[in-house]
T-cell receptor, first 113, second 114 residues
Framework: DGGITQSPKYLFRKEGQNVTLSCEQNLNHDAMYWYRQDPGQGLRLIYYSQIVNDFQKGDIAEGYSVSREKKESFPLTVTSAQKNPTAFYLC????????????FGPGTRLTVT | AQSVAQPEDQVNVAEGNPLTVKCTYSVSGNPYLFWYVQYPNRGLQFLLKYITGDNLVKGSYGFEAEFNKSQTSFHLKKPSALVSDSALYFCAVLAQAAGNKLTFGGGTRVLVKP
């Protein structure tokens, strides 16, 4: 099966702990993205990467970090500096030269207490 | 900067009736427009896109959308709604000049009643 996998589906952490969310794709897409979804606010871009070993901040990068050491993988770390980390996190990938649409993983729901 | 507006938080429609979900956009240059659907606790599924060509775009599950450049709109339509179409729908615009980033609207919840 081709697609994007995110693990785990549900994640619980104590405040002050860093946590890493996994995103893997076998679509051979160059570009990968991380979004945060909060109720009633749609999706907001955290980080994106268009090529291995390169990534850019999105609209809400503060308190998050990423790496892109392999084409297939784009893990997101939610650090203790993120003031409100409880949210639904979605990973996506695309071919930026076209056909442009992004394909999404199933998401990880992070709850920090 | 690009933006997308979905003016309705929720749309209610009876099964079998036509369904329309509204979207307007603002972007520099040619608009690349997309519709996605999200079911509870799931990722987004791609429905359709407009890049160029015919203003009426057909997509998955019987959905279609009409691109209107003068009104900067890209409304999603389905001639006959099903109860299973009940979900959250997102419109998005891609800005090539901004690293191919997608900007999403706030989403419209569709409720199809039997």
């Amino acid at each position: 099966d081709g697609g994007i996998t995110q693990s785990p589906k549900y994640l619980f952490r104590k405040e002050g702990q860093n946590v890493t969310l996994s995103c893997e794709q076998n679509l051979n897409h160059d570009a990968m993205y991380w979004y945060r979804q909060d109720p009633g606010q749609g999706l907001r871009l955290i980080y994106y990467s268009q090529i291995v070993n390169d990534f850019q901040k999105g609209d809400i990068a503060e308190g998050y970090s990423v790496s892109r050491e392999k084409k297939e993988s784009f893990p997101l770390t939610v650090t203790s500096a993120q003031k409100n980390p409880t949210a639904f996190y979605l990973c996506a990938s695309s071919i930026p030269e076209g056909p442009y649409e992004q394909y999404f993983g199933p998401g990880t729901r992070l709850t920090v207490t | 900067a690009q933006s997308v507006a979905q003016p309705e938080d929720q749309v209610n429609v009876a099964e079998g009736n036509p369904l329309t979900v509204k979207c307007t956009y603002s972007v520099s240059g040619n608009p690349y427009l997309f519709w996605y659907v999200q079911y509870p606790n799931r990722g987004l599924q791609f429905l359709l896109k407009y890049i160029t060509g015919d203003n009426l775009v057909k997509g998955s599950y019987g959905f279609e959308a009409e691109f209107n450049k003068s009104q900067t709109s890209f409304h999603l339509k389905k001639p006959s709604a099903l109860v299973s179409d009940s979900a959250l729908y997102f419109c998005a615009v891609l800005a090539q000049a901004a690293g191919n980033k997608l900007t999403f609207g706030g989403g419209t919840r569709v409720l199809v009643k039997p």
